[in-house]
T-cell receptor, first 109, second 116 residues
Framework: GQQLNQSPQSMFIQEGEDVSMNCTSS?????WLWYKQDPGEGPVLLIA?????ELTSNGRLTAQFGITRKDSFLNISASIPSDVGIYFC?????????FGAGTQVVVTP | SAVISQKPSRDICQRGTSLTIQCQVD?????MFWYRQQPGQSLTLIAT?????????ESGFVIDKFPISRPNLTFSTLTVSNMSPEDSSIYLC?????????????FGQGTRLTVV
C-alpha cells in the first residue's frame, strides 16, 4: 500500500521547547490525521485535517495539511512533561487508517 | 465521543493456544477494525469487521489465523489462533462512526498479548 514516511523517529527535548514532526507520502491523501499514544493506551486523535492548506490548532498543537496533499506537519509549542508519548501521522480511507512509523517524544525537565 | 472497551487488557498465553479479544463500543458505529502493533512498531490493519458477514482481511492476514466476529453494531471479537511467540503484540480495536471520508476513528486501550 501507500507509504507514510514520518520523521524524526525520536526527539529528546527540554521542557518548554517546541517540537516539530512531519509526514510525507508519494501519493496524494484526502485526509491527514495526527494521533498520540501513551504507554499502555490506544492512540488518541489530536487533530484531523481534510483540506489542502488547512492549518488547525488544538491548544499547543498545530498541524497543517500540505498544499500538495502529500505531506503534513505537527508542531507542539512550549512542551510540557505530559507531551511524552508516541505521535503518529495517519491517513483515513473510509475509516481504515494507515499510520506512519511514529515519532517518540521525550521531554526532560 | 464514543468509548471502546477491550477485554482482556493483557494476557500471557502458551504457544499453540488461542485467545479471543472482545471489543465493546458504547454506541453504534458503522465501521470496526482490528489492528496489530508489534513491539516498538506502528499500527498495522489486520481486518475490517463487517456486521453479519465475513471480515475483510488485509494482505498478510488470514481468517484461519485471525477469525473475527461482528454480530452487531457495537461488538466485535478477534481470535488469535494457534499462537506462537511471533504473535506477541498489542491488538487494538477501532471504531468509526460513519461512512465517508471524514470518519474520525477512535481506539480501545488495546490488548497486550505475550506468547510464551
Amino acid at each position: 500500500g501507500q507509504q507514510l514516511n514520518q520523521s524524526p523517529q525520536s526527539m529528546f527535548i527540554q521542557e518548554g521547547e517546541d517540537v516539530s514532526m512531519n509526514c510525507t507520502s508519494s501519493s496524494i491523501f484526502n485526509t491527514w490525521l495526527w494521533y498520540k499514544q501513551d504507554p499502555g493506551e490506544g492512540p488518541v486523535l489530536l487533530i484531523a485535517l481534510y483540506k489542502a492548506g488547512e492549518l488547525t490548532s488544538n491548544g499547543r498543537l498545530t498541524a497543517q495539511f500540505g498544499i500538495t496533499r502529500k505531506d503534513s506537519f505537527l508542531n507542539i509549542s512550549a512542551s510540557i512533561p505530559s507531551d511524552v508519548g508516541i505521535y503518529f501521522c495517519g491517513s483515513d480511507s473510509w475509516g481504515k487508517l494507515q499510520f506512519g512509523a511514529g515519532t517518540q517524544v521525550v521531554v526532560t525537565p | 465521543s464514543a468509548v471502546i472497551s477491550q477485554k482482556p487488557s493483557r494476557d500471557i498465553c502458551q504457544r499453540g493456544t488461542s485467545l479471543t479479544i472482545q471489543c465493546q463500543v458504547d454506541s453504534q458505529v458503522t465501521m470496526m477494525f482490528w489492528y496489530r502493533q508489534q513491539p516498538g512498531q506502528s499500527l498495522t490493519l489486520i481486518a475490517t469487521a463487517n456486521q453479519g458477514s465475513e471480515a475483510t482481511y488485509e494482505s498478510g492476514f488470514v481468517i484461519d489465523k485471525f477469525p473475527i466476529s461482528r454480530p452487531n453494531l457495537t461488538f466485535s471479537t478477534l481470535t488469535v489462533s494457534n499462537m506462537s511467540p511471533e504473535d506477541s503484540s498489542i491488538y487494538l480495536c477501532s471504531g468509526a462512526p460513519g461512512w465517508g471520508m471524514n470518519t474520525e476513528a477512535f481506539f480501545g486501550q488495546g490488548t497486550r498479548l505475550t506468547v510464551v
